[in-house]
């Protein structure tokens, strides 16, 4: 049984083969793809190609499927390790690592026959999560009373889907996504919504703008549109009208994931400031020799650790749920690290003084990438109110 507080052999050689990915294959890559202008060129295949060559892609799918039927406190320490060359890089693989978790515990027999294996042998593939609308943001995180504007209405054999998704990662990038459409317009997203498996490529499905973002910019975001996308009954993921119980039954895991991407961030830029303040003088000495300086690296010190044991902790909770797990532990983790991340990203920049602000050192992409948790998996004020609903019922 996987540890948490002691690496055991497995995740030693695992980390080890993704940190050598990380410092081969992402950071040298990184800085570049992060400059280009269209949101297209950030993204790079040839990173996920080489994901795939070495088993990283496909890590959390059980061996009956190629995989190497990884754990969530693994996967969440690989997703770290990830971030810490590139967040994008690692959003990519966190959403495909999770989206895979879900698909293997909520799809049928028929449906994992069909999607799986192509899939596992894809060096490209990606998965995705269409939820969030441009008129449905928070609401669905504090279940307000109200449907997804994308719906569905009844046809031989299936449904029509009508409606649009914005925001979605690896959005036009993805083979397959799991899609949260309101299958009963008289009902709310808790009651009236359902889970659909989408193929890349169904007719009347479409990609639409793919967002310009401020940083995490080597993963992509994309709307999806849909008109009069027809979806046979054999994609319904679960039971018509019960979308929420398919992210609710089988992803306890994916906001430690997101924790340990912003995490990975926080410790980039924790590495840097340690590196500057070691070599720059100011005052007669480095500034590690001034007494500011180092309670503010010890602070950090803290952030991160806490962070870290936190979300290892609903990680490993997250597959043994018998042994204490309580629903905050999917909620929080996420919140404490993207809270930490950002502090550090703003002691980070202080501490290099201007040289933070001038692009070169780097500094700067850490920056913008640590902001992007703040919002991204449920702004964390939102996810603060959603934990007290679930204290204080
Ligand atoms: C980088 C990134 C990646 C993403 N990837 C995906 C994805 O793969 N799939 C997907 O479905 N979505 C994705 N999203 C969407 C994300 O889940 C939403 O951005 C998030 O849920 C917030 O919604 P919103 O942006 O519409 O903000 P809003 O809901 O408009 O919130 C704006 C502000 O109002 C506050 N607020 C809102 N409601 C309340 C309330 N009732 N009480 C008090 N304060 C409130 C919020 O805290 C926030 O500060 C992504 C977002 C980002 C930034």
């Known amino acids: ?16 083969t993704v940190g050598r990915f ?36 496909t890590m959390t799918l059980d061996e009956e499927w190629g995989g190497l039927g990884m754990d969530s406190l693994t996967t969440a320490m690989v997703v770290e390790e990830l971030a810490k060359a590139d967040m994008g890089v690692s959003v990519v693989m966190a959403q495909t690592f999770k989206i895979a978790q879900i698909m293997q515990r909520a799809l049928n027999a028929e449906q994992k026959a069909r999607v799986l294996p192509g899939f596992a042998k894809d060096p ?25 504007a994308t719906h569905a209405t009844r046809a031989e054999g299936g449904w029509v889907v009508n409606g649009m998704k914005h925001f ?12 949260m459409v309101q299958t009963d317009r008289t009902k ?16 009347g499905f479409t990609i639409g703008r793919v967002h310009d973002k401020m940083g995490e910019r080597l993963a992509n975001n994309a709307e999806l549109v849909f008109q009069d996308c027809f979806i046979p009954d054999a994609n319904i993921v679960g039971e018509v009208g019960k979308s929420g119980a398919v992210f609710a039954d089988f992803s306890p895991q994916s906001n430690a994931y997101a924790g340990a991407t912003v995490l990975g961030v926080a410790v980039a830029l924790y590495e840097k400031a340690v590196a500057w303040a070691k070599t720059r003088v100011q005052g007669g000495k480095t500034l590690v020799g001034h007494d500011g300086i180092r309670a503010q690296l010890g602070e950090m010190r803290m952030l991160i650790d806490a962070s ?15 042994q204490g797990w309580d629903a905050t532990l999917g909620i929080l983790p996420k919140a404490m690290a993207s809270q930490s991340a950002w502090k550090i990203a703003t002691w980070t920049l202080e501490i290099h003084g201007g040289h933070g602000y001038m692009k070169e050192l780097g500094v700067e992409k850490l920056v913008r990438d640590a902001a ?10 939102t996810l ?10």
């Open 308 to 322: 870290r044991a936190y979300i290892h902790r609903a990680a490993w909770l997250a597959d043994h749920r018998d």
């Open 124 to 148: 490209r593939g990606v998965l995705a999560i269409g939820m969030s609308e441009p008129g449905n943001g928070s609401d669905k995180h504090l279940s307000i009373p109200v449907p997804f």
């Open 168 to 179: 979605i990662s690896n959005g036009n990038r993805a083979s397959h996504y799991l899609l």
């Open 188 to 203: 709310t997203m808790e009651d009236g919504a359902t889970c659909f498996l989408v193929e890349r490529g169904r007719p």
């Open 1 to 16: 049984m996987e540890r948490m507080f002691v690496l055991n052999d497995d995740q030693r050689a695992i980390l080890e």
């Open 22 to 57: 990380a410092r081969e294959e992402v950071a040298p890559r990184a800085a570049k793809l992060d400059a280009n202008q269209d949101p297209l060129d950030c993204y790079s295949f040839e990173i996920v190609e080489k994901a795939h060559e070495l088993g990283i892609r």
């Open 372 to 381: 992007a948790f703040l919002h991204s998996d449920g702004v964390n004020r």
């Open 384 to 393: 603060f109110l959603k934990a007290a609903k679930r204290l204080f019922r």
